[in-house]
């Protein structure tokens, strides 16, 4: 597997011709000669959780008649449950199950976010598990209350971090406005909206979103906050 990675190159194809090669050092390299080996590993994770699932009431309920037990992306996996011996027995049996096709759980990806309950016993595999109040999968942040806010927050925090990086372009006199903004859309934006269709459609979200773009825009424009320029007008300008 190593072998297969180590000094891969490729070519492109834009505007109709077919670019130099280059080597490939980061990404999923989606189109290598693994991923039918990568494709074949989720169908072994579907079979260990088919293999492991405890039948009844062991999941949350999802529909009158249907509980949701797991989700999972790859081999990224989430059990759900709604007590903790429920969840202590599905990773048991999922640990088991993995073992032996020689896979192990990594402990030190795991982790527990528990809700609304006053259990205090830990899951454990080898020893305890981490339990958090909030962790990332697959770039989003996800709090043990559920919901978007908890997204949304980090997510800002984050965006300002970018956002701060751009001060020699917002101060620039050099660039056009016009141009500033397009930065601003490719290199914050992007960041601050990223998984933005799984995120809750509230007035609270929207608004605090908003606020932070009208913030940015101000400071590309260069408006203090004494002057007298309503937020719409400074979008207007920047479309």
């Given at each position: 597997m190593r072998n297969s990675y180590d000094g891969l190159h490729c070519k492109v194809v834009h505007g109709g011709q077919l670019t130099d090669s280059f080597q490939v050092k980061i990404g999923v390299r989606q189109g290598c000669s693994l991923s039918l080996s990568l494709f074949s590993f989720h169908l072994v994770v579907d079979w260990i959780m088919k293999t492991s699932a405890s039948q009844g009431k062991h999941g949350?309920?999802?529909?009158a008649w249907m509980w949701l037990h797991d989700l999972f992306f790859a081999d990224d996996l989430a059990l759900l449950s709604h007590t903790h011996q429920q969840m202590?027995?599905?990773?048991?049996?999922?640990?088991?199950a993995?073992?032996?096709l020689n896979l192990n759980i990594h402990k030190g990806k795991t982790k527990i976010p528990k809700y609304n309950t006053e259990n205090t016993n830990l899951v454990t595999l080898d020893g305890a598990l981490e339990e958090v109040k909030t962790f990332v999968l697959l770039g989003s942040f996800i709090g043990k209350q559920g919901g978007s806010d908890t997204e949304v927050n980090e997510r800002t925090d984050e965006t300002r971090a970018e956002?701060?990086?751009l001060?020699?372009?917002?101060?620039?006199?050099?660039?056009a406005a016009n141009n500033k903004?397009?930065?601003f859309n490719t290199n914050v934006k992007i960041v601050q909206l990223?998984?933005?269709?799984?995120?809750?459609?509230?007035t609270a979200i929207i608004n605090k979103v908003q606020v932070f773009v009208n913030n940015c825009l101000r400071k590309i424009l260069n408006v203090r906050w004494p002057d007298a320029i309503?937020?719409?007008?400074c979008v207007c300008v920047c479309v």
């Amino acid at each position: 597997m190593r072998n297969s990675y180590d000094g891969l190159h490729c070519k492109v194809v834009h505007g109709g011709q077919l670019t130099d090669s280059f080597q490939v050092k980061i990404g999923v390299r989606q189109g290598c000669s693994l991923s039918l080996s990568l494709f074949s590993f989720h169908l072994v994770v579907d079979w260990i959780m088919k293999t492991s699932a405890s039948q009844g009431k062991h999941g949350i309920q999802w529909r009158a008649w249907m509980w949701l037990h797991d989700l999972f992306f790859a081999d990224d996996l989430a059990l759900l449950s709604h007590t903790h011996q429920q969840m202590q027995m599905k990773t048991t049996s999922i640990a088991a199950a993995s073992e032996s096709l020689n896979l192990n759980i990594h402990k030190g990806k795991t982790k527990i976010p528990k809700y609304n309950t006053e259990n205090t016993n830990l899951v454990t595999l080898d020893g305890a598990l981490e339990e958090v109040k909030t962790f990332v999968l697959l770039g989003s942040f996800i709090g043990k209350q559920g919901g978007s806010d908890t997204e949304v927050n980090e997510r800002t925090d984050e965006t300002r971090a970018e956002f701060l990086q751009l001060k020699n372009i917002c101060n620039s006199k050099q660039l056009a406005a016009n141009n500033k903004v397009r930065i601003f859309n490719t290199n914050v934006k992007i960041v601050q909206l990223y998984g933005a269709e799984t995120w809750r459609n509230t007035t609270a979200i929207i608004n605090k979103v908003q606020v932070f773009v009208n913030n940015c825009l101000r400071k590309i424009l260069n408006v203090r906050w004494p002057d007298a320029i309503s937020n719409s007008h400074c979008v207007c300008v920047c479309v």
